[in-house]
């Protein structure tokens, strides 16, 4: 995403708002407490975002995401444990923070899913229907331009064209990921 990009940024922080938010709402949070830790994870995702370095592997972002998110959820559970009132909640938190922190968890599972249905949405916003069918079929099923062309009625040309600009935005968004 480039730094400097004000829509790239308000298509980053829609998609995963949603994301952190679905995340934490499995955590057992109250809908102020997910507000807060959203808006913490935000703060630092937007503070990182220049600095962060690609690995080159499916879902470094996503996975770089996650790892904020942990972090935050477990500060949280540890800062509430110190309460005499809260431990047997604190306990969830950290338990939370623990699954979603496990690379094959449930949790974690969810929030790859939750984040590729997050994209999927933000293309068929962007760009329509046939867009977010285009991605599916090409990026997800690996189908031929060809197959998709005739399922969805379009010269193979526009299929590309299609592609290709959804991929741009997926790019300057941080999204390609």
Known sequence: ??????????DF??????????????????NEEIEDLEQDVKIVVSQRLKSF?????????RTWL??????????????QSRRPDEKTESNSYLQAAAELD?????????????CAAAVLDSVEDRYGSDAREILYRRAVLNQPVREVAEFLRLEEGAVRNRQSRIMKFLRETGLED
């Open 1 to 10: 995403m480039k730094a400097n990009d004000h829509q790239a940024w308000l």
């Open 13 to 30: 922080e829609k998609l995963y708002s949603r994301l952190i938010r679905y995340t934490l709402a499995k955590s057992w949070l109250s």
């Open 53 to 61: 370095e690609h690995n080159g592997r499916p879902g470094a972002l």
């Open 66 to 79: 996650r790892q904020i998110a942990v972090y935050h959820l477990k500060s949280y559970g540890r800062r």
């Open 102 to 114: 496990n690379p094959h968890s449930v949790l974690t599972q969810l929030w790859h899913k939750e």
